[in-house]
């Protein structure tokens, strides 16, 4: 019987040190300062430059090992490899001692930074004003977004209506958004669209991307023709700075970053260092306190900024606690000690809760990535798969990403799209914009306005697309009938929903039962007749789902047997053929009779002879090696032997191909709504479930409210 992905064992690092995770506000403040003033200064460091590195992961095996080291992984990947961002020499020792292949990419990634900057500056200086819907020619500061967000309200009463969410940040700012649709104050059953940015601080451009669509909903309502008829069936929320405590300490360093000639040989030095500008969490000192201490976020300049904070998109309740997020404080990935336990993500959460948000996106940066749920590879697909694709397509096609399942780039938990999706219904998605963190603003302007072959189209087409999407009533369900003029409608929903089993230094325990709330309203128009766009009653973590299995049977195996050369320098190669196409799995196992240690490598020979290796197991002293290699393409695959350190080094090495099973069947509950009318005073008079699936319509006449408010 073949083994889960999950039981490979696998390498990893030692942690980084961390702060407690629990104790009193005033003790973890003290030991957040005393951290900071312990950290070396940026003149005092002596470790390399911040690099970027194209790290080789050409199977699972070898991406879960990566994603579980505790570095900072970027949202670059592709076939075969993921890029990293290296914060020092300890950085590359984990990846070698991990026996992952990397490339350095860029070798300064502040001289880089500084560079970007020089090239927006000469950008800017070169345009009165760009073709973005504001003109903007430069990045936003935390107070140009707000500044911004208070000119489209004024600018344009009655359409933009400026909200502020209602968790303040640790260090006590407010984060701020508007909502934009035909008389945006009525509380109305219009479908929502959400646009975010800034969840990660570093990567600038997704909330300029998020703004700039604000600007051009706004500008072109009543001008364009498509714009106006969407934004009088949708109601589009747009909140560009998720994390405005995080932005603001990565604009304020990333800003300064400044390249300066040094002499006439064309040597440079930088003014400034890159200390917050590649942040990439919030501000949170230490688990357990409710404020940030003055200064403690700007201070926290070592190893990028990320030494402190949680990050907040592994912080969501969506299969929290799983893998690809870090239960360690001072990692990159740090999950937080608890689902939404930061006020950013409850802001989100609360957001998304108290609107039927139909359709949403988060901006990240960078990849050039359209991406959807799941995120976790062995959540399999999602019950709305057939939809998520054609829509994904559709978007990729303007703007040229690829379009992708969040997984396919690496394993990640605790993310924005899994919780709402899984949550509510509504469909979510992230993209990743562009070929680096901090382009030159230029840059941006071409990605929000597209390109080359893309040229007029762009992120701008591929957020119509999205908006197209939350307002048709094939993507999501609609609730209608009579009740009384004036009344209040609300659609309410309470049920728990469980985390991943939650892993740990110590080992993986169980999982936590989260209590969500879903809660929307609206007001009966004039006239006595309501539409109410809405997302599915059922939600998709409840829905039927087909698991793919693989059968317990090999379709065929071989088993091969030697002796190992000398421990380190040498290897013995067998060669394997798969010759059945749509196999589900090739399962390599290596044994031999002492506890001693061997490796596996499985390589896919070409028809020239070359090798590319397509799975590997190094597992500790004494423990036994099995290489996984997923849907295998039929053709010769070498199995190498490596005697890492074995005295007696006869062994038994055995390939065998899995055929697929018969699909798992999971869920298929069918949940309801809870639909309710009352009069002005607030008294409810009638309550009514409502089953409605994605695509339909559900009548709901509700004569007893009517009666009780003596209206007919």
Request: glycine content about 10%.
């Amino acid at each position: 019987m073949p083994v889960s992905q999950d039981a490979l064992a696998r390498r990893r690092a030692q942690s980084r040190p961390s702060l407690p995770r629990r104790t009193s506000a005033v003790a973890a403040i003290a030991l957040a300062a005393a951290a900071f003033t312990a950290l070396p200064s940026a003149a005092e460091e002596t470790v390399p430059a911040a690099q970027l590195v194209r790290v080789s992961t050409p199977t699972w095996a070898e991406r879960d090992l990566l994603t579980g080291l505790g570095l900072d992984l970027t949202e670059h990947g592709g076939p075969g490899f993921v890029e990293v961002v290296l914060h020092g020499a300890g950085d590359a020792d984990v990846l070698r001692e991990a026996g992952l292949d990397f490339t350095v990419e860029i070798p300064d990634l502040a001289l880089a930074w500084a560079r970007s900057n020089q090239a927006s500056a000469a950008y800017a200086a070169s345009v009165e004003s760009s073709p973005l819907p504001s003109g903007r020619d430069t990045y936003r500061s935390l107070e140009d977004y707000e500044a911004d967000l208070d000119r489209l309200a004024r600018a344009h009463p009655g359409l933009v209506k400026p909200i502020t969410l209602p968790h303040k940040t640790l260090e006590g700012r407010t984060v701020r958004g508007v909502e934009i649709t035909e008389n945006a104050a009525a509380t109305d059953g219009k479908p929502v669209f959400l646009l975010m940015g800034l969840h990660h601080v570093r990567e600038w451009p997704g909330g300029e991307h998020a703004v700039e669509f604000a600007f051009d909903l706004a500008q072109n309502y009543g001008q364009d023709e498509r714009i106006t008829r969407l934004l009088r069936s949708a109601r589009v929320v747009v909140v560009p700075v998720v994390n405005p405590d995080g932005y603001a300490t990565s604009y304020a360093d990333g800003a300064l970053l400044d390249l300066r000639e040094s002499d006439d040989g064309g040597t440079v030095t930088i003014l400034g260092t890159p200390g917050n500008a590649y942040k990439r969490k919030n501000c949170r000192p230490a688990d357990g306190v409710t404020t940030s201490p003055a200064g403690a976020c700007a201070a926290a300049k070592s190893q990028g900024g990320f030494g402190i904070g949680v990050d907040l998109n592994r912080n969501y309740g969506g299969f929290w606690g799983g893998p690809g997020a870090s239960s360690t404080p001072a990692d990159p990935t740090y999950r937080g000690e608890a689902p939404f336990s930061e006020p950013e993500t409850r802001n989100v959460r609360d957001l998304v809760s108290s609107r039927q948000v139909t359709t949403l996106i988060s901006n990240h940066t960078f990849s050039n990535l359209v991406l959807r749920p799941p995120a976790l590879r062995s959540a399999g697909d999602t019950p709305d798969e057939p939809a998520y694709a054609d829509l994904g397509a559709r978007m990729a096609a303007n703007n040229g990403y690829t379009n992708q399942k969040s997984f396919q780039l690496y394993d990640t938990t605790g993310g924005t799209e899994d919780w709402s999706y899984y949550a509510t219904g509504g469909l979510g998605f992230t993209f990743e914009i562009g070929e680096e963190f901090h382009p030159p603003y230029n840059r941006v302007v071409d990605h929000y306005l597209g390109a080359g072959d893309f040229a007029g189209k762009g992120n701008r087409e591929a957020y119509l697309v999205a908006l197209e999407s939350a307002a048709s009533p094939a993507l999501h369900s609609v609730i209608a009938g009579k009740a009384p003029a004036g009344a209040t409608l609300t659609l309410e929903k309470s049920f728990a929903t469980l985390t991943s089993p939650v892993e740990s230094p110590t080992g993986t325990g169980q999982p936590i039962a989260l209590q969500d709330r879903l809660a929307t309203t609206m007001t009966v128009p004039a006239g006595g007749r309501y539409e109410w766009h809405v997302n599915p009653s059922t939600r998709p973590v409840v829905m039927e789902r087909r698991l793919k299995t693989t059968a317990s049977e090999p379709t065929a195996s071989q088993t091969f047997s030697g002796v190992a050369p000398t421990p380190v320098i040498g290897h013995v190669d067998h060669e394997f053929t798969v010759t059945a196409a749509d196999q589900a799995l090739l399962q390599v196992d290596l044994t031999w009779p002492t506890p001693d240690d061997m490796d596996l490598e499985v390589y896919r020979k070409a028809a020239d002879g070359t090798l590319t290796r397509v799975a590997s197991s190094g597992n500790f002293l004494g423990e036994k090696e099995t290489a996984v290699l997923e849907s295998p393409e039929p053709g010769t695959y070498v199995l190498r032997v490596i005697n890492f350190a074995s005295a007696s080094p006869t062994y038994e090495v055995t390939a065998a191909v899995y055929g697929a099973g018969p699909d798992q069947v999971v869920g298929g509950l069918v949940e309801n709504w809870t639909l309710s009318c009352a009069g002005p005073d607030g008294t409810v008079h009638e309550r009514v479930p409502v089953v409605v699936d994605r695509g339909q319509q559900a009548k709901v006449d509700l004569k007893k409210c009517a009666t009780a408010l003596g209206r007919r």
